[in-house]
């Protein structure tokens, strides 16, 4: 955008009686950039996964609608956040520095190509001699700033990554990748050990998936009208765990699967924020089918519970 802008203005006619057909979309753009950043500013983690006022029901196994409610039951220890996680910026902020720089650069490298057309700020330099190319002075903020954001690119995927393990560190994880610092390529990676057991969270583009390492039973569950239900041949007490909860639509598309290897729970992976915050319930419910398949492990093997 910031490019075919510049190019756009460069090529114009300084005579032409209005730029305005040029400049209007690229204010529109910011104004789109300035709006994403008061949401972001607004924004208070992410809501319950729910309508408005809709409570998890009484009198079920359900675990909480709400986010953080959600992440509070999950928490380890003594279930208080440990005073990194207070202390470290949120990703709301994390991002908000973002659209900042990105609303910097666009203003920077706009406002100095307009200046540069219109006459109003004409010198340019040359490096490379007076055959050489020469730059405009006032698109030189903008490359500056260019070339910082290049040169903080590792710093902030390590910020980043900073950022995440504070937010994980009272469930007992950690960031086990993040995708490359240029792009979306890859995906996110959240590992560690919860109850005694390896716990793998991997998101990529299109789905999300949760690993207990609990050896169990062979089963299968699909969701059926939101509702989970066991394929046949499931454990007793993995199919009595399920009957517990209720149908609701956090569960949409949810596959789980048991075996030698573990408890892995999965889910094509939405675009919004509370799509993508749907993995805690995803972790909520393969450790509750990992502990049904150790009790069945613990009857089968004549071990009392």
């Not at 075996?259 to 972790?283: C, F, S």
């Amino acid at each position: 955008m910031i490019a075919l802008s510049v190019l756009a203005m460069l090529s114009a006619d300084p005579s032409e009686p209005s730029m305005l057909p040029i400049i209007a979309p690229v204010l529109v753009w910011i104004a789109g950039l300035l709006v994403l950043q008061w949401i972001f500013l607004l924004r208070r983690g992410v809501g319950p996964v729910a309508p408005e006022g809709e409570a998890t029901p009484v009198g079920t196994a359900d675990s909480p609608l709400d986010r953080e409610e959600l992440r509070a039951a999950l928490m380890l220890g003594d279930g208080e956040e440990d005073s990194g996680a207070r202390a470290a910026p949120t990703p709301q902020t994390f991002a908000v520095r973002g659209f900042a720089y990105i609303t910097a650069l666009t203003l920077a490298a706009i406002g100095g190509a307009a200046l540069y057309v219109t006459g109003v700020v004409d010198a340019t330099i040359e490096p490379f001699g007076a055959g050489g190319i020469g730059i405009p002075v006032t698109v030189l903020p903008a490359l500056a700033l260019a070339l910082i954001g290049v040169l903080r690119l590792p710093s902030q995927y390590r910020r980043a990554m900073e950022v995440s393990d504070a937010r994980l560190g009272d469930l007992g994880l950690r960031v086990a990748d993040l995708p490359t610092p240029l792009g979306v390529v890859g995906a996110t990676a959240y590992g560690g050990v919860r109850h005694g057991r390896a716990v793998w969270i991997e998101q990529a583009m299109g789905t999300s998936s949760v690993h207990v390492a609990q050896p169990a039973p062979s089963f299968a569950v699909r969701e059926l009208a939101l509702a989970l239900v066991p394929e046949p041949g499931a454990p007793p007490s993995v199919t009595r765990a399920l009957r517990e909860l209720s149908a609701h639509r956090r569960w949409e598309n949810v596959r789980a699967t048991g075996g030698a290897d573990g408890v892995l729970v999965e889910r094509p992976r939405g675009a919004n924020e509370a799509a993508q915050a749907l993995w805690l319930d995803d972790l909520w419910l393969a450790e509750r089918l990992a502990d049904a398949a150790a009790a069945d492990s613990r009857a089968d093997s004549g071990v009392s519970s």
